[in-house]
């Protein structure tokens, strides 16, 4: 008989059985199908890099690190993201390739989270990364691929929210570390109360705090941009607004509907520096895929190009496909 340490795996880890497998097999042959057919090239980072591969960009990753000491005694961690690890692969193995590239990937994640919390240690994801175009047509590109993989595993209930965060950084600007921190929670909550009693104690000037109060607000379809625009504090998020209308005016009427826009999007690992997306689906209980503009990220590994991608997390696909998939 198994002892009891045996009998389980280590908190955030799973066993994937038959159909379990089967379910994400059938939705990385479908993304890979699909990528190669838009001309994504896929890539496979190594497992465990050196750790400075996920501090470089001194994000949240950092603290969620699975590290450890090899023979040699170098410092190296588990891959815990994707992106970092492709920027890492483009500036130096890809270097002298004529931009854009267009990469794509599938494979776990690790990253040490609390346990007892209900987030995975171990995930499997899949995603794209488009580098070196800095256009709104690149945007659109990287969202009608998320459109058209959810569609070709024959998912229609789903939601992209859409926003861009240089419309929220001008109106943290000047604050201290602890009171961004708290509007930040505010906005994330979309919390209406907290964020005019933050304006108010943090002294924001009338505009950042009137924009601040109706965040919450500035929520829905291609007319809340128009909204929107009255309330932008500054070159920054007039741009935001600007480069949202360009891409609604260039989807069609048919991912229009799957778009939802929301300003106060602020989700991200620390490296995005415009659009930013989360997608929602019907029977999962939280975003199913997230991604964004990060284009200063590759020049932290020596390459300075715009870039712009996602990933999504394969379990959550794989779970809502059903038994018989």
Avoid: C
Avoid at 137 to 157: F, K, M, Q, S, W
Avoid at 209 to 226: F, K, S
Avoid at 228 to 240: N, Q, T, V, W
Wanted: charged letters at 30%.
């Amino acid at each position: 008989m198994p002892t009891t340490r045996l009998a389980q795996v280590p908190p955030g880890s799973q066993d994937l059985l038959a159909a379990d497998v089967r379910r994400r097999r059938r939705v990385q042959r479908v993304w890979f199908e699909l990528a190669e057919a838009a001309g994504y090239s896929e890539v496979i980072p190594p497992t465990f890099e050196y750790e400075e591969v996920f501090t470089r960009a001194g994000t949240k990753l950092a603290s969620e690190l699975i590290r450890f000491v090899d023979r040699d005694g170098r410092l190296v961690a588990l891959r815990a993201d994707f992106t970092s690890a492709i920027a890492r692969m483009a500036a130096t193995r890809l270097r002298d390739e004529p931009p854009p590239l267009r990469l794509s990937y599938a494979g776990k994640v690790y990253r040490q989270r609390p346990e007892g919390g209900g987030h995975a240690r171990e995930t499997f994801q899949l995603g794209a990364e488009l580098l070196g175009s800095a256009g709104a047509d690149a945007d659109v590109e990287v969202l009608r691929t998320v459109i058209t993989l959810l569609r070709a595993l024959e998912i229609g209930e789903f939601q992209i929210n859409l926003g861009d965060i240089r419309f929220v950084r001008p109106l943290l600007a000047g604050l201290e570390p602890d009171e961004a921190e708290a509007l930040r929670t505010a906005i994330d909550r979309k919390d209406r109360a907290a964020l005019a009693d933050g304006a108010r104690r943090y002294g924001a000037p009338a505009a950042v705090a009137r924009a601040l109060v109706e965040l919450p607000e500035l929520i829905g379809r291609g007319e809340v941009l128009l909204r929107a625009r009255s309330l932008a504090s500054g070159p920054d998020a007039e741009a935001a607004i600007e480069r949202l209308r360009a891409i609604d005016a260039l989807l069609t009427e048919d991912e229009r509907a799957h778009v939802v826009y929301d300003l106060g999007e602020i989700r991200g690992l620390g490296y995005y520096t415009g659009i930013q997306f989360e997608v929602f689906v019907g029977g999962a209980g939280r975003a199913v895929a997230f991604g964004g503009r990060y284009d200063d990220l590759l020049a932290l590994y020596g390459m300075d190009r715009p870039a712009v991608g996602f990933a999504m997390e394969t379990d959550a696909l794989a779970e809502l496909l059903g038994e018989g998939s």
